[in-house]
């Protein structure tokens, strides 16, 4: 059964830095693309991030581009998103995401979310 | 704003037929495939379309999309009370170089 675990969500104040972790398992981690999706409170879906299997190539929103890292550890199962300078309007539920086969806006499975609140 | 364009909201009485329009452009449905997912109240999105009209092992048949052009569809037939959710279009963007969402359309069983 695949399971994705986020952790590393919590409140933290405008400018400061979180480092968010998914722990994947239930399939081969390191076959498969994954991606960061975030929701803010009462609104819609936004992708964040996504991270290729092969050769860690990485894409990323406009509004977190040089903030943000997405990154993997193979060996350990986990993905990683680094979040600095983080501002009011990054709050939200921070999701990740298995890519599925059939494309990048195919996330075939998610984990229950961990949530970013930025505020002083 | 979203790339994508959902109307906010559809209803229907329970065993009714619901559909729901997802329009884009060139860049994103126009030439790549398009995914649905439904998010139940106060739970994580779920994947139940994908490559345009697929399901996913465990979605009732009830639940059907459709691409034409820049525009995609999701259908709901024989309308349930537990299909109350949200339910999201998505298609990656060659523009943006991302995948890019609609807005979301909230599903009421009246």
């Known amino acids: 059964e695949v399971q994705l675990v986020e952790s590393g969500g919590g409140l933290v104040q405008p400018g400061g830095s979180l480092r968010l972790s998914c722990a994947a398992s239930g399939f081969t981690f390191s076959s498969y693309a994954m991606t960061w999706v975030r929701q803010a409170p009462g609104k819609g879906l936004g992708w964040v991030s996504v991270?290729?299997?092969?050769?860690?190539?990485?894409y990323y929103a406009d509004s977190v581009k040089g903030r943000f890292t997405i990154s993997r550890d193979n060996s350990k199962n986990t993905l990683y998103l680094q979040m600095n300078s983080l501002r009011a309007e990054d709050t939200a539920v921070y999701y990740c995401?298995?890519?599925?086969?059939?494309?990048?806006?195919?996330?075939?499975?998610w984990g229950q979310g961990t949530l970013v609140t930025v505020s002083s | 704003q979203s790339v994508l364009t959902q109307p906010p909201s559809a209803s229907g009485t329970p065993g009714q037929r619901v559909t729901i329009s997802c329009s884009g452009s060139?860049?994103?449905?126009?030439?790549?495939?398009v995914n649905w997912y439904q998010q139940l109240p106060g739970t994580a999105p779920k994947l139940l379309i994908y490559?345009?009209?697929q399901r996913p092992s465990g979605v009732p048949d009830r639940f059907s999309g459709s691409k034409s052009g820049t525009s995609a569809s999701l259908a709901i037939s024989g309308l349930q009370s537990e299909d109350e959710a949200d339910y999201y279009c998505?298609?990656?963007?060659?523009?943006?170089?991302?995948?890019?969402f609609g807005g979301g359309t909230k599903v009421t069983v009246l």
């Open positions: 060139s860049s994103n449905i126009g030439s790549n495939t």
């Open positions: 998505a298609a990656w963007d060659d523009s943006l170089n991302g995948p890019v």
């Open positions: 490559s345009n009209n």
């Open positions: 995401a298995k890519v599925g086969v059939s494309g990048w806006a195919d996330f075939d499975y």
């Open positions: 991270i290729s299997s092969g050769d860690g190539s990485t």
